[in-house]
């Protein structure tokens, strides 16, 4: 069962511009969502967070989205920098999704 | 604060022989957990621990791996006898709780392959 999908296995953006990053989940009886990013030869590392009673986390230039009706989050990532460049999980208890790996071009 | 360590970083084997891998936990987290990462995927569940009991092993190939964590703080995982596919980034993480939230915290890994 692939309670978790990110349906894109990379993205590339300019220095400055904004990055979003997509999962979708089944089976909504868990409500907490975590993103983590993970560099070449190390763990992942946390993220972000959000919670089922909201519908939007903040913190510095990352923001989490959770659109309940549509079983779907987002991570947006403004302006985006070249070390930002990582490959980004997103979470929901142990399931984790394949991944996007993110490219921000200087 | 020291993080999640594991060891050794990177291991080499022929298909059929044995290979164990360590984690030392962060100080205090009693969840811990062990993932295998292949390439290109997400990390995928293994076996969960609370402490030295075993919360969730559904996904552990128990023909092959076995896993324990003596007296509730460094845990091994043992493949024996391996194949080809278990060559894969095997990660190990622990978890704090706060305010009813659960973060983990990983290890850096041990890259495994097998030939």
């Known amino acids: 069962d692939q309670q978790v999908k990110q349906n894109s296995p990379s993205l590339s953006v300019q220095e400055g511009r904004i990055s979003i990053l997509n999962c979708d989940y089944t089976?909504?009886?868990?409500?907490?969502f975590l993103w983590y990013k993970k560099y070449p030869a190390e763990g992942p590392t946390f993220l972000i967070s959000?919670?089922?009673?909201?519908d939007k986390n903040e913190d510095g230039r990352f923001t989490v989205f959770l659109n309940k009706s549509a079983k779907h989050l987002s991570l947006h990532i403004v302006p985006s920098q070249p070390g930002d460049s990582a490959v980004y999980f997103c979470q929901k208890v142990v399931r984790f999704g394949a991944g996007t790996r993110l490219t921000v071009k200087p | 604060e020291a993080g999640v360590a594991q060891s050794p970083r990177y291991k080499i084997i022929e298909k059929r022989q044995s290979v164990a891998f360590w984690c030392n936990p962060i100080s205090g987290h009693a969840t811990l957990y062990w993932y295998q990462q292949i390439l290109g995927q997400g990390p995928k569940l293994l076996i969960q621990f609370q402490n030295n009991g075993v919360v969730d092993d559904s996904q552990l190939p128990k023909d092959r791996f076995s896993a324990e964590r003596l007296k509730g703080v460094d845990s091994t995982l043992k493949i024996q006898p391996a194949k080809l596919e278990d060559s894969a980034v095997y990660l190990c993480a622990s978890s704090l709780v706060t305010g009813g939230r659960e973060t983990q915290y990983f290890g850096p890994g041990t890259r495994l392959l097998v030939l």
């Open positions: 089976n909504s009886m868990f409500d907490y």
């Open positions: 959000i919670s089922s009673i909201k």
